[in-house]
């Protein structure tokens, strides 16, 4: 009777722990949009999609870039251009390493929304992603705004 | 006699507070109003926004001429906008906030 209650008692206790354990995992859409995850576009492509289907995201990002120090700027286009060299596991599991870990990201301690045109919002990312592919794989102009 | 003359200043006072009220030069207000006898309706600041931005890309030279900016403001109003709604917010916006750019349009009308 004692044995059988004690048991009751153990189960209980591990049924309500386990659900603590509530890691932040990353979806196939979470921290990362899907679209972003999954396009073949150059970083130029997109940008210069968003930049005409998402003129005032494009602006507000742009305003943010050219408000911070030229390394910095540096630091943030080398790393999305670095991401975006990544096939679609690399940037699942990224995805992933970002969201397990808020000092993964290193580019995020000297500029929190350093990609915030690339990463923040899904139905920028959709509509930017739509487009991409009709424009040159590469085109400098995008940084200059 | 002193309280006449402070009440005499108290009035002239207010009057002054009075005509000042009305007083208030926003462009983005203006642009707006003129959007309106278009048809045009939606959020000022997001229509304030396209129009500089509009502007910005005819200056910056991505937009080349009137058509392609044309294109650029009828992706950015709403589904049921006409070609011709486009045109009238490029009007606007130039007027408004590029007024440099007037050739640009001329341009077009010269074709």
Redesign the interface.
């Known amino acids: 009777m004692i044995k059988a209650s004690i048991a009751t008692a153990v189960v209980s206790v591990a049924a309500v722990a386990l659900p603590a354990v509530a890691s932040a995992d990353a979806s196939d859409d979470y921290p990362i949009p899907n679209r972003i995850l999954k396009t073949t576009c150059t970083v130029d492509q997109y940008m210069a999609a968003v930049?005409?289907?998402e003129?005032?995201y494009y602006?507000r990002y742009m305003i943010d870039y050219n408000n911070r120090p030229p390394d910095i700027q540096q630091g943030a286009r080398d790393r999305i251009y670095w991401f975006f060299s990544l096939d679609y596991a690399g940037r699942r599991q990224y995805s992933e390493d970002t969201a397990t870990n808020v000092y993964y990201e290193q580019m995020a301690t000297h500029w929190g929304n350093w990609a915030k045109l690339f990463f923040n919002n899904e139905g920028v990312a959709a509509h930017g992603t739509d487009v991409c592919a009709t424009y040159p794989p590469d085109d400098p102009?995008v940084w200059?705004? | 006699m002193r309280y006449a003359k402070s009440s005499v200043l108290a009035s002239i006072m207010t009057a002054a507070v009075a005509l000042a009220a009305p007083a208030h030069a926003d462009p983005d207000v203006d642009f707006a109003n003129e959007l309106h006898t278009y048809g045009i309706y939606g959020p000022k600041d997001y229509n304030a926004w396209i129009g500089k931005i509009t502007c910005q890309r005819l200056d910056n030279g991505l937009d080349q001429d009137a058509d392609m900016s044309a294109k650029f403001v009828f992706r950015q109003l709403g589904k049921d906008a006409t070609t011709a709604q486009a045109w009238a917010f490029l009007g606007s916006a130039i007027d408004s906030y590029c007024p440099e750019q007037r050739p640009v349009l001329a341009a077009v009308a010269q074709q």
Do not use: A, L
Request: aromatic fraction near 12%; glycine fraction near 0%; proline fraction near 11%.
């Open positions: 930049r005409d289907v003129p005032i602006q102009s200059n705004w």
